[in-house]
C-alpha cells in the first residue's frame, strides 16, 4: 500500500517541524527503501510484487512492480479491496511507514506463512500494524476492522483468531508518523535513502549559513 508522495498530501504529522515539501522527501525515501526490499523478496520468491496506490505513479516505481489503484474509502476498506484484488492467494501486505523493513525479514514471514501459519501479523509500536499476511487473502478479514486507533493491531490480532486462524506475530517495528521516530528509525537502516534524507536534513537544520526549505 503507497501514496504518491507529494508535498501536502504525505507525512502530514512532520509538519511541523519539517516542511510539507521535506516532509514529502521523507515519504519518498521511505517508499523507495520499502519498494526495494519488496523487489528482493519477490525475486527470491519468484513473484511479481504489487504496489496499491493512492495517487500517480512516477519515476520512483520500478517497472517490476505491477500496479492497482486504490479505492475510495476509509483505510479499512482500501486495505480490504488489496486483498480482494488477489483473493485466495497467498498475500503479504506492507505499507511505507517502516523503510527499516529488510527482505530476509520478508521472506522469514514469507516462509512462515507457507510453511506452519494462516496469517503472520507484525504489530507497530503505536498500537497499528506494518504487515498482515494472509495465507490465502480475503478481504473480509480486514473490512470493518477500526484503523488508526491506539488498539488497532489488537483489534486485527483479535479478528484473525476469531476467523480460526492460526497467527504467528512478527517483530514490533517503529512506524515513522512523528519527527520523533525519524532517527530512531535512521538508526537502523543507516545505508538507506530515509536515512540519507534525515541527515541530510539534519545538517542544514545545524548550518547557520543553510536555509530551510520552502513549501
Known sequence: MAKEPLPGRVKTRLTPPYTPREAARFAAAALADTLDAVASASRTLGVRPLVVLDGHPGHWLPREFALRAQVDGP???????AFDAVRGQPALLVGMDTPQITPAGLLRAAARLRRDTDAAFGRAQDGGWWLLGLGAADGDLVRGVPTSQPDT????????????????????????????????VATLVPRGRFAAVAADLRSRSCDPAGARETA
Do not use: F, S, Y
Not at 157 to 183: C, E, K, M, Q, W
Open 153 to 184: 493491531g489488537a483489534r486485527q490480532h483479535t479478528r484473525l483468531r476469531d476467523a480460526g486462524l492460526r497467527v504467528v506475530d512478527l517483530p514490533v517495528l517503529r512506524d515513522v508518523d512523528t519527527a520523533a521516530d525519524i532517527a530512531p
Open 75 to 81: 483505510l479499512d476498506v482500501r486495505l480490504a479491496a
